[in-house]
C-alpha cells in the first residue's frame, strides 16, 4: 500500500475555498485515492474518491495531476461545520481492500 | 436510512472485566471491520470478517476477538480490557472488500472507557 503524507492541519475562513494535498509518491497503477472525512465522536464518513484526472462531486472535488504522485481534495466555500480531519487513503483495485489510514488533515473552519 | 450502528456509544468497564461491543448493519455488506481509535490518532484496523471468514492483523493482540452470527451482527470482544484499551472502538462495512466505488461505511463507534 503507497504511503500518504498530508499536512497535521489547515486553518481557513467561512466562505473560502480549502485545498488539502495529499502526496502518494509510491502510488501504483491499480491504485487510486479516496478521501474520508471525520467529525469528533463519529466514525469516518466517505467524501470522494477518484483515479485520475478530475472527480465532482455534490461536497467536493477531486484533482489528480497525470503522474498521479499526489491529489487534491477541493472544499468549495468552507462553512463552521466543515471543521473535521480528512483522510487520503490509497487502496488498490483488486482484491480485498484495507484501508491504512495516515494521519489526517485537522481542518479548523473560523467564522 | 440504512446504515451501520454500533451499540452503546459509550461503555465503561473494570480493568480485566470482559466487555462485549456491538454492531448491525442494515446494508447487506458481506465484509465487516473493526478499527481501534485512539485519542487524536487516526483509525487502526483490528480485524474483519470477508462474509464467514474471520481475518485478524498481524498486531492486533490476542485479547481482542471478534464474532459474527449473521450477516448483520458483529460483535468484538475484550477478553481482559487493560488502561491501553480505551479508544472508540469503529464497526464499518463494504461490499465485496471495498473495491473502488465501494467504499467503507463507518458506525459512530462505542467510545470504551476503563476503570
Known amino acids: 500500500l503507497a504511503k500518504t503524507t498530508q499536512p497535521i492541519s489547515m486553518d481557513s475562513y467561512e466562505g473560502q475555498e480549502v485545498n488539502i494535498t495529499c502526496s502518494h509518491n509510491n502510488i501504483a497503477t491499480n491504485d487510486y485515492i479516496t478521501w474520508y472525512q471525520q467529525f469528533p465522536s463519529q466514525g469516518p464518513r466517505f467524501i470522494i474518491q477518484?483515479?485520475?484526472t478530475k472527480v465532482t462531486n455534490e461536497v467536493a472535488s477531486l484533482f489528480i495531476p497525470a503522474d498521479r504522485k499526489s491529489s487534491t481534495l477541493s472544499l468549495p466555500r468552507v462553512s463552521l461545520s466543515d471543521t473535521a480531519v480528512y483522510y487520503c487513503?490509497?487502496?488498490?483495485?483488486?482484491?480485498?481492500?484495507?484501508?491504512?489510514f495516515g494521519t489526517g488533515t485537522r481542518l479548523l473552519v473560523s467564522p | 436510512d440504512a446504515m451501520v450502528i454500533q451499540n452503546p456509544r459509550y461503555q465503561v468497564t473494570q480493568f480485566g472485566k470482559p466487555v462485549t461491543l456491538s454492531c448491525s448493519q442494515t446494508l447487506n455488506h458481506n465484509v465487516m471491520y473493526w478499527y481501534q481509535q485512539k485519542s487524536s490518532q487516526a483509525p487502526k484496523l483490528l480485524f474483519h470478517y470477508y462474509d464467514k471468514d474471520f481475518n485478524n492483523e498481524a498486531d492486533t493482540p490476542d485479547n481482542f476477538q471478534s464474532r459474527r452470527p449473521n450477516t448483520s451482527f458483529c460483535f468484538l470482544d475484550i477478553r481482559s480490557p487493560g488502561l491501553g484499551d480505551a479508544a472508540m472502538y469503529l464497526c464499518?462495512?463494504?461490499?465485496?472488500?471495498?473495491?473502488?466505488?465501494?467504499?467503507?461505511?463507518f458506525g459512530d463507534g462505542t467510545r470504551l472507557s476503563i476503570l
Open positions: 464499518a462495512t463494504s461490499r465485496d472488500g471495498g473495491r473502488e466505488g465501494q467504499p467503507q461505511h
Open positions: 487513503l490509497v487502496s488498490m483495485n483488486t482484491g480485498f481492500q484495507k484501508l491504512v
Open positions: 477518484g483515479y485520475k
